[in-house]
């Protein structure tokens, strides 16, 4: 067989497969229960009204051939009025919105549908962790800009280069913020100024606390002239696992993502956008009270930490290491994982980002072996 391709030699490791080795191990060699704080999988599923939308919609006799390949129109428009509803952004169902089996797909897919080889994609650093492996298979060149503490961890977008593509996500992952304000203003500013595209991860959207409301990039003026926002089902609805999501903004980029669908895959199978529309239509007090839960975890095992650690979105806890502590550490003798900050780019060094996204007992038990392990330092 002839050498592997250049591009997959170009991948990363994938951080999370390692994270979950490196967990799996610590659990099997033995010793108490290991908290694991570690992986942002949300820990409850989606409302009943969803799931039996899935099921009814799945007993049809007509559903399960090829769905339309760009999917429903019915799902479009449900995500449509979301916009509106929500985020005080109008769209065009037709040309604006592009249905994706998971936001990851896209991350890779708009690079590829941004960047030629050779070309400039700028990172938030930190940044998720998956973000690279995009601009790696496009072959184009990997740059970062600085997301600082003292700035709020807002880049300084004035001082960033010219770039095929400009990628941001607010709430952020990991960094727990929501975008401070300006920052999405100086994005279009960017993008007018370079001619960059904007790519903005949504995903956390609408897991924000302290009587925050949702945002949207492209409610900012002039965005959807120079971007796009990927908007997941996964964190609002508890439907990780269902791989439906979608990329929403300009019309040219929308169609660059359609032309790469048309060819890579045939539709999104249609009891899933029903479900998702159930979802995005029917009732919302399910999303009132994930977001609820996530905040009162938030704030208990907050108050463990001897500095406050930042939080104001996502169900993530972004926090700096005391001196003596590190993630393997706290791992290897206290027993919680978490992951670690180097994992999300240079400037994560000395942090590290917890999950909250998983039961009350998990995040008492997490909390009160934090609390034994920043005291051990401390002492």
Same mark, same amino acid.
């Given at each position: 067989?002839?050498?592997?391709?250049?591009?997959?030699? =170009?991948?990363?490791?994938?951080?999370?497969?390692?994270?979950?080795?490196?967990?799996?191990?610590?659990?099997?060699?033995?010793?108490?229960?290991?908290?694991? &704080?570690?992986?942002?999988?949300?820990?409850?599923?989606?409302?009943?009204?969803?799931?039996?939308?899935?099921?009814?919609?799945?007993?049809?006799?007509?559903?399960?051939?090829?769905?339309?390949?760009?999917?429903?129109?019915?799902?479009?428009?449900?995500?449509?009025?979301?916009?509106?509803?929500?985020?005080?952004?109008?769209?065009?169902?037709?040309?604006?919105?592009?249905?994706?089996?998971?936001?990851?797909?896209?991350?890779?897919?708009?690079?590829?549908?941004?960047?030629?080889?050779?070309?400039?994609?700028?990172?938030?650093?930190?940044?998720?962790?998956?973000?690279?492996?995009?601009?790696?298979?496009?072959?184009?060149?990997?740059?970062?800009?600085?997301?600082?503490?003292?700035?709020?961890?807002?880049?300084?977008?004035?001082?960033?280069?010219?770039?095929?593509?400009?990628?941001?996500?607010?709430?952020?992952?990991?960094?727990?913020?929501?975008?401070?304000?300006?920052?999405?203003?100086?994005?279009?500013?960017?993008?007018?100024?370079?001619?960059?595209?904007?790519?903005?991860?949504?995903?956390?959207?609408?897991?924000?606390?302290?009587?925050?409301?949702?945002?949207?990039?492209?409610?900012?003026?002039?965005?959807?002239?120079?971007?796009?926002?990927?908007?997941?089902?996964?964190?609002?609805?508890?439907?990780?696992?269902?791989?439906?999501?979608?990329?929403?903004?300009?019309?040219?980029?929308?169609?660059?993502?359609?032309? &790469?669908?048309?060819?890579?895959?045939?539709?999104?199978?249609?009891? &899933?956008?029903?479900?998702?529309?159930?979802? &995005?239509?029917?009732?919302?007090?399910?999303?009132?009270?994930?977001?609820?839960?996530?905040?009162?975890?938030?704030?208990?095992?907050?108050?463990?930490?001897?500095?406050?650690?930042?939080?104001?979105?996502?169900?993530?806890?972004?926090?700096?290491?005391?001196?003596?502590?590190?993630?393997? =550490?706290?791992?290897?003798?206290?027993?919680?994982?978490?992951?670690?900050?180097?994992?999300?780019?240079?400037?994560?060094?000395?942090?590290?980002?917890?999950?909250?996204?998983?039961?009350?007992?998990?995040?008492?038990?997490?909390?009160?072996?934090?609390?034994?392990?920043?005291?051990?330092?401390?002492?």
């Amino acid at each position: 067989m002839r050498a592997r391709p250049k591009r997959l030699d =170009r991948l990363p490791q994938q951080y999370f497969v390692a994270l979950l080795g490196r967990v799996a191990a610590a659990a099997a060699a033995g010793g108490p229960a290991l908290v694991d &704080l570690g992986r942002g999988n949300p820990e409850l599923g989606p409302p009943r009204h969803v799931v039996e939308a899935l099921a009814e919609t799945a007993a049809r006799a007509d559903v399960h051939g090829y769905a339309p390949i760009r999917g429903l129109a019915r799902t479009k428009d449900a995500l449509a009025g979301r916009y509106r509803d929500v985020y005080g952004v109008e769209l065009d169902p037709e040309r604006e919105i592009a249905i994706v089996p998971g936001t990851k797909t896209a991350i890779t897919e708009l690079a590829l549908s941004l960047a030629n080889e050779g070309d400039r994609i700028l990172l938030p650093d930190p940044f998720y962790p998956d973000y690279p492996s995009g601009p790696a298979l496009a072959g184009a060149r990997l740059e970062t800009v600085p997301l600082r503490a003292d700035r709020g961890w807002s880049p300084d977008l004035e001082a960033a280069p010219d770039a095929a593509a400009l990628y941001l996500n607010y709430p952020s992952n990991p960094c727990a913020v929501c975008a401070p304000p300006g920052t999405f203003d100086d994005a279009v500013r960017w993008a007018e100024r370079t001619g960059g595209a904007v790519v903005h991860d949504a995903a956390y959207a609408d897991i924000v606390f302290d009587g925050r409301s949702p945002q949207s990039f492209l409610a900012t003026p002039g965005a959807l002239d120079v971007g796009v926002e990927m908007w997941s089902m996964s964190k609002t609805y508890g439907m990780a696992g269902w791989r439906i999501g979608f990329v929403v903004g300009n019309a040219e980029i929308v169609e660059r993502i359609n032309l &790469l669908n048309d060819h890579n895959r045939v539709g999104i199978f249609e009891p &899933l956008q029903r479900a998702a529309i159930a979802a &995005l239509e029917g009732p919302q007090d399910s999303v009132a009270s994930r977001v609820a839960a996530y905040e009162r975890r938030r704030d208990a095992i907050a108050a463990v930490f001897p500095e406050p650690p930042v939080c104001e979105g996502t169900f993530f806890v972004w926090f700096r290491l005391p001196d003596g502590l590190t993630a393997e =550490r706290l791992l290897e003798e206290h027993r919680v994982a978490v992951a670690p900050g180097e994992g999300f780019g240079p400037s994560g060094a000395g942090w590290a980002r917890l999950s909250v996204a998983v039961d009350d007992e998990t995040i008492e038990l997490g909390a009160e072996r934090l609390q034994r392990a920043f005291a051990r330092v401390a002492a």
